[in-house]
C-alpha cells in the first residue's frame, strides 16, 4: 500500500486549489493546471493543504493514491518553481539554435532538423547547451527526450545529444595489431 498518499501537500502562499467534483484545479495568476482523477480518491482542501483518502469500493484506488498526491505536488510546485531540463550537444558541426517558435538543429544529417517548440515550454540555448523549461513536469520531461532522440549519444566518442548529468559509458575501439 502506498504511504506517499498519506502525507499531505503544502499550498503555499499564492497558489488556489480547489476540487470540482473530481478534478484538482491549481491555480497561480493565470496559469492552471488540472488533475482529473476519475473519482478513484477523494479528496480535500484543509488548512491550506491538499489531502487524499482511499475511496472505499474502488478497485485499485490505493495503486492510484500516491499518483494523484505526487501529481498534485508536481503540479503545485511547477506553477511556484517550475521544472528544468538541460541537454549538451556533443559534436563537431553540431548545433543549435532557436529561431522564433521553432528550435534549429544540426546534428550531422544534410539538413538541418526544426522543432516546433509547444507553447507551455520555454527553450534556451548557450553554446552547446539546451535548457528546457516550464510548469509541466511530464512536458518538459517529454520535449527534452524528443530532442535527445534525433541524435542519440553514440558509445565510441560520445557525438550526439545528452542530458547534461547522463554518463556515457564508452567502448574500446578496434585495436591495431
Known amino acids: 500500500m502506498s504511504r506517499i498518499g498519506k ?3 503544502e499550498i503555499p502562499a499564492g497558489v488556489e486549489v480547489t476540487v ?3 478534478v484538482i484545479v491549481v491555480k497561480k495568476g493565470s496559469k492552471a493546471i488540472e488533475i482529473d482523477t476519475h473519482n ?10 491538499v489531502v487524499l483518502k482511499l475511496k472505499e469500493g474502488v478497485e485499485g484506488a490505493s495503486a492510484f493514491w500516491g499518483t494523484y498526491r505526487a501529481l498534485t505536488a ?22 543549435a539554435a532557436v ?10 544529417y544534410s539538413h538541418p532538423i ?25 512536458e518538459v520531461g517529454q520535449v527534452a527526450a524528443i530532442i535527445r532522440g534525433y541524435r542519440k549519444p553514440e558509445p565510441y566518442k560520445g557525438k550526439g545529444v545528452k542530458y547534461t548529468d547522463e554518463v ?10
Open 74 to 95: 508536481n503540479a503545485i510546485t511547477g506553477l511556484t518553481t517550475g521544472f528544468k531540463k538541460s541537454l549538451e550537444i556533443n559534436g563537431v558541426g553540431y548545433r
Open 168 to 177: 556515457i559509458v564508452r567502448k574500446a575501439g578496434k585495436t591495431a595489431k
Open 114 to 138: 526544426n522543432f516546433e517548440i509547444p507553447k507551455d515550454i520555454e527553450i534556451t540555448v548557450e553554446k552547446n547547451i539546451i535548457n528546457v523549461s516550464g510548469s509541466s513536469k511530464q
Open 7 to 9: 502525507k499531505p501537500v
Open 20 to 22: 470540482d467534483g473530481s
Open 40 to 49: 478513484r480518491v477523494e479528496v480535500e482542501v484543509v488548512d491550506n493543504q
Open 99 to 108: 529561431k522564433g517558435n521553432v528550435l534549429e538543429l544540426q546534428l550531422g
